[in-house]
């Protein structure tokens, strides 16, 4: 997400390093420059125009602070304006206090709203709550036994209408009625779609505003659509009130305009962003973190909040204690460390959270995604001896288990220089330090461990 206008901002603020002040004439440059990419971005021109007002203000004339350079200065200057175009801080869903909380989701057909449905409920589950989804979109074919389906793989119960029910507020009292005595203090009303906004869909969700006052109102928005997506989202709230939004596929969206515009024009808060095609890939919006990413700055926080939330605290300790016990490791504790790296996400999720990584290096970079299950095929085509010690392993041996993977030799040289690499690293960070029996600093390669 962002690589176009990233690559771009970082080019500008490159060209800063050093100035001995930040006078009116760098400033000035520098802003024209922002200007056109922010433009290019397809970011709302009265935004933009806002936007340079205040960096200009804030930024003309300040004296560079000693080992800071006013590159890093415009950094911080352009960085917390954008954070504050993007809505300042995070915004919680509002479930606080007893009773059923209702949560309804709305938006154009296309926009991912049943998907993210589930992906909300399984979101709430795991914060504790229980959740039901209503399947309240009788005019798309298949939304409902697509809902259904999604509840089925969530273990979420998803309420279903009655056959030949046209009238949606009925359709939700009846889930509502259901909900209660049963545990549900979650009601996520997945409401239809239209191809563009209409009076008749929006009389419907006013309707179901009206009757059962919702806690959220979120409008799920495809930020691929660029202003597009403002475009609706002021719509929808001139006639609905939004709570929050909702963007999805912001991981596809390169230039960023929507995500740049939208809480400027509207002042609703985006709340929740999508960023991947898995029932997981559902996370709250940081404005700083999306920013700090932007800026090539990395989010190493949301990449540790990753790490708790997906890798097996259990598996990574009884990893450390046979590598310990053992004062080495072998192709069995390999597996086990990259199986756990796969959970974080693809590795180019992971690399664009690292300080300094750029879009362009990740566009240089080998970041095939088929290659962990090659990985994983070779290393399990070894005997168990082999993986035990790897040493073993001859020109013939790596030939046959070349032959039984459906790899090359070349693949299987590379997985083992790979592993040798992550040996000596590991020595290197004293992973191993103390020996055998000695303790064990697996900060290396247990995230869990102190």
Same mark, same amino acid.
């Given at each position: 997400m962002f690589d176009e206008l990233s690559e771009k901002l970082e080019g500008i603020i490159r060209k800063l390093g050093g100035k001995a002040v930040l006078g009116g004439d760098v400033v000035d440059e520098s802003l024209r420059e922002i200007r056109r990419v922010l433009l290019e971005a397809d970011v709302n021109y009265k935004l933009v125009q806002d936007f340079l007002a205040s960096v200009r203000e804030k930024a003309t004339g300040q004296?560079?602070?000693?080992?800071?350079?006013?590159?890093?200065? *415009?950094?911080?200057?352009?960085?917390?304006?954008?954070?504050? +175009? $993007? %809505?300042?801080?995070?915004?919680?869903?509002?479930?606080?206090? %007893?009773?059923?909380?209702?949560? /309804?989701?709305?938006?154009?057909q296309g926009s991912g709203k049943t998907t993210t449905a589930g992906k909300l409920a399984r979101?709430?589950?795991?914060?504790?709550?229980?959740? /039901?989804?209503? @399947?309240?979109?009788?005019?798309?074919?298949?939304? &409902?036994?697509?809902?259904?389906?999604?509840?089925?793989?969530?273990? &979420?119960? =998803?309420?279903?209408?009655?056959?030949g029910e046209k009238k949606v507020t009925r359709i &939700? @009292?009846?889930?509502?009625? !259901?909900?209660?005595?049963?545990?549900?203090? =979650?009601?996520?009303?997945?409401?239809?779609?239209?191809?563009?906004?209409?009076? @008749? *869909? *929006?009389? !419907?969700?006013?309707?179901?505003?009206?009757?059962?006052g919702p806690q959220e109102i979120l409008l799920v928005v495809d930020a691929m659509t660029g202003q597009e997506a403002v475009n609706i989202a002021e719509a929808f709230h001139e006639q609905l009130s939004l709570t929050g939004l909702v963007l999805t596929k912001l991981d596809g969206d390169a230039r960023g305009g929507a995500a740049l515009s939208i809480y400027g024009v509207t002042k609703v808060p985006i709340k929740l962003i999508g960023v991947g095609e898995g029932l997981d890939a559902l996370e709250t919006f940081h404005p700083d973190r999306m920013v700090s990413r932007m800026l090539q700055m990395g989010d190493i926080v949301s990449l540790v909040e990753r790490a708790e939330e997906q890798m097996d605290a259990e598996e990574a300790q009884r990893l450390e204690k046979k590598v310990m016990s053992r004062g080495d490791m072998d192709l069995d504790d390999f597996l086990s460390t990259m199986r756990q790296l796969g959970?974080?996400?693809? /590795? !180019?999720?992971?690399?664009? +959270?690292?300080? %300094?990584?750029?879009?362009?290096? $990740?566009?240089?970079?080998?970041?095939?995604?088929?290659?962990?299950?090659?990985?994983?095929g070779i290393v399990l085509s070894m005997t168990p001896a082999e993986r035990s010690k790897p040493k073993t392993i001859n020109a013939s041996r790596r030939k046959r288990i070349a032959a039984g993977s459906g790899t090359t030799m070349q693949d299987v040289n590379q997985l083992l220089k790979q592993f040798d690499q992550m040996r000596k690293m590991m020595k290197q960070m004293g992973v191993f330090s103390g020996g055998r029996g000695g303790k064990l600093n697996m900060r290396g390669l247990n995230p869990f461990g102190k």
């Open positions: 004296a560079v602070i000693k080992s800071v350079s006013p590159g890093q200065m *415009m950094v911080k200057v352009v960085h917390d304006e954008l954070v504050e +175009m $993007l %809505g300042g801080s995070s915004r919680e869903l509002n479930l606080q206090g %007893g009773g059923i909380k209702v949560i /309804m989701l709305c938006g154009l979101r709430l589950k795991k914060d504790g709550r229980k959740p /039901m989804m209503v @399947a309240a979109d009788i005019y798309r074919p298949a939304a &409902v036994e697509q809902l259904k389906t999604l509840g089925d793989r969530l273990d &979420v119960p =998803t309420f279903v209408p009655r056959r &939700v @009292a009846d889930a509502l009625v !259901e909900a209660n005595g049963t545990g549900i203090d =979650t009601v996520l009303i997945d409401t239809a779609g239209r191809l563009q906004i209409d009076s @008749a *869909m *929006m009389d !419907e969700l006013a309707g179901l505003k009206k009757k059962f959970r974080l996400g693809s /590795m !180019e999720s992971i690399l664009r +959270m690292i300080p %300094g990584v750029s879009g362009k290096m $990740l566009r240089n970079a080998d970041l095939d995604p088929g290659k962990f299950k090659r990985l994983e």
